[in-house]
């Protein structure tokens, strides 16, 4: 069973950049993934970030950024805000209808 | 403007079924596929199924396959989950969520999410 990975937690400074990354536990991540990234608040219903690996969701600010580096895809936050200290969840499509989630990064701004 | 709203969640005895519900305005359901992403309390998120925009692709996660069933009706514009041999694994708020084409992962819309406690 291929596992969804990301990091269990990230810091960043306020205006600063953070990468996270989303791997698999065997293989690269490509663009037939279709990579998708969500910030998610305690109490609060997902937000969609990121889309088929780079598309920016309605209403997102540009300094939310995807795309693929190396073996897997990544999100990019510039000029970090305090209210961006979220949970971030990647997923990945499997093929066969079948998507995964990866077990979220929780995002640090101090 | 586009919405989803879940229904349908309460607390169910395990073994027992449950009937959740999608119901979406400023758009229609069929034109896409659609999700049902679950999160469990204090755990991230989980796929759970997606039914193709034209009804012919029903796909489940490993953890609900042969209990839990994916469907739409057109004609009232909502997405259903049927969920049946409920255990206390199936705790959980549970999303409905628009795909991005096909059967792709979730894009941009979500609902708020209705929750599901299995409990005796």
């Known amino acids: 069973q291929t596992v969804v990975t990301q990091e269990p937690s990230f810091s960043v400074s306020p205006g600063g950049t953070v990468t996270l990354t989303c791997g698999l536990s065997?293989?690269?991540?490509?663009?037939?993934?279709?990579s998708s990234w969500y910030q998610q608040t305690p109490g609060q219903a997902p937000r969609t970030l990121i889309y088929?690996?780079?598309t920016r969701s309605s209403g997102v600010p540009d300094r939310f950024s995807g795309s693929l580096l190396g073996n897997k895809a990544a999100l990019t936050i510039t000029g970090a805000q305090a209210d961006d200290e979220s949970s971030y969840y990647c997923?990945?499509?499997?093929?066969?209808?079948?998507?995964?989630f990866g077990g979220g990064t929780k995002l640090t701004v101090l | 403007q586009v919405q989803l709203v879940e229904s349908g969640g309460g607390v169910v005895q395990p073994g027992r079924s449950l009937r959740l519900s999608c119901a979406g305005s400023g758009f229609i359901l069929s034109s896409r596929g659609m999700h049902w992403v679950r999160q469990a309390p204090g755990k991230g998120l989980e796929w759970v199924a997606v039914i193709s925009h034209d009804g012919s692709g029903k796909y489940y996660a490993d953890s609900v396959k042969g209990r839990f069933t994916i469907s739409r009706d057109d004609s009232k514009n909502t997405l259903y989950l049927q969920m049946n041999s409920l255990n206390a694994e199936d705790t959980a708020v549970y999303y409905c969520a628009k795909a991005a084409f096909g059967v792709a992962p979730p894009a941009d819309f979500w609902g708020q999410g209705t929750l599901v406690t299995v409990s005796s």
């Open positions: 088929t690996t780079n």
């Open positions: 065997s293989g690269s991540v490509s663009s037939s993934h279709y």
């Open positions: 997923v990945l499509y499997m093929g066969s209808g079948i998507s995964v």
